[in-house]
């Protein structure tokens, strides 16, 4: 894997291919699994498979980048799989490797992803280079100051650090750090768990000149040059409910973030001051591990 430093922001980058619609179409196929399953996911207390292997149908509404006024809407079925190992586990929460696991706190090492976006198809974006798939990944610390006797409740805070990396191939360019700190309530409502949350989002200058800068060779009359600033993205509030089945698992999640009195919300390219989220997944598993094991609350970010 080649990891390549892009150009310094605020200067004129020369322009990167666009992938085929091929390229295109599976990338964001991906994506999509990887922005349901980390837009929610409830889950604790009981014995359940080591792994499973199921597939099903999913959907996500999601803007086009925080602050854009036009949204991805994708459907499909994918492929999913859940592994509840004791150092690393892939669930609805996303990937993730831990380094302590106690009680009342983690650190782990977890991972993201963000749809790419052709700008030909976004308004305020047209005549720019694309966005790229972008890959997060970072410690994060978590601690649990309070649960209830049977673990059905529960309080939790997070407080994550991410490096950002755009993907265009097999090559990656650096794009800044970003954080998330929030706080996240665990709930039960008869067989459904659900979760709600609130977190604040920070980046620093890199992370948001990646989607905000306008250098001056794309600035129009409309579109004037513009080179973002570090500080505070957005905030974000997300509900999420699951049902855990035999061999079947419902999901589905809503999520506003709003943009007002963030460090960029002048670029002009932020149309809109809040932008609403939404996404579902129903999956069969056809395989699953006859080894048993504890699970653990889990909510993504």
């Excluded at 964001?28 to 837009?39: D, I, K, N």
């Excluded at 976004?122 to 972008?134: E, F, P, V």
Aim: glycine fraction near 10%; proline fraction near 6%; aromatic fraction near 10%.
């Amino acid at each position: 894997m080649n990891l390549s430093v892009r150009s310094s922001p605020g200067l004129p980058c020369s322009r990167t291919p666009r992938p085929g619609p091929a390229a295109t179409g599976a990338s964001r196929l991906l994506v999509l699994l990887a922005l349901v399953v980390a837009g929610h996911g409830v889950a604790w207390g009981d014995e359940l498979p080591l792994y499973e292997l199921g597939i099903g149908p999913a959907g996500i509404s999601t803007p086009h980048y925080l602050g854009a006024n036009q949204n991805h809407n994708l459907l499909g079925p994918i492929p999913y799989l859940v592994y509840r190992g004791e150092h690393l586990r892939i669930d609805r929460s996303g990937v993730k490797t831990f380094l302590v696991d106690e009680e009342r706190f983690d650190l782990n090492i977890s991972a993201g992803a963000s749809l790419p976006v052709d700008s030909d198809d976004n308004r305020a974006r047209r005549g720019m280079d694309d966005l790229d798939l972008l890959l997060e990944i970072g410690p994060t610390l978590r601690y649990t100051p309070w649960q209830s006797a049977d673990g059905a409740r529960q309080l939790r805070l997070d407080l994550p650090l991410r490096g950002a990396f755009s993907a265009d191939g097999l090559d990656l360019d650096y794009q800044g750090l970003a954080s998330s700190p929030g706080v996240t309530y665990f709930g039960a409502l008869g067989e459904w768990r659900w979760a709600a949350s609130y977190a604040a989002l920070f980046g620093d200058r890199r992370y948001h000149g990646y989607v905000y800068d306008v250098e001056v060779a794309d600035a129009t009359a409309w579109r004037p040059a513009y080179r973002a600033s570090a500080g505070y993205t957005a905030s974000r509030v997300t509900l999420s409910a699951t049902r855990h089945y035999r061999h079947w698992y419902l999901g589905g999640y809503l999520r506003y973030h709003s943009l007002h009195g963030a460090a960029n919300d002048d670029s002009p390219l932020v149309r809109s001051q809040g932008n609403l989220s939404a996404g579902f997944l129903a999956i069969w598993f056809f395989k699953q591990s006859e080894a048993r094991v504890s699970r653990h609350p889990e909510v993504g970010f």
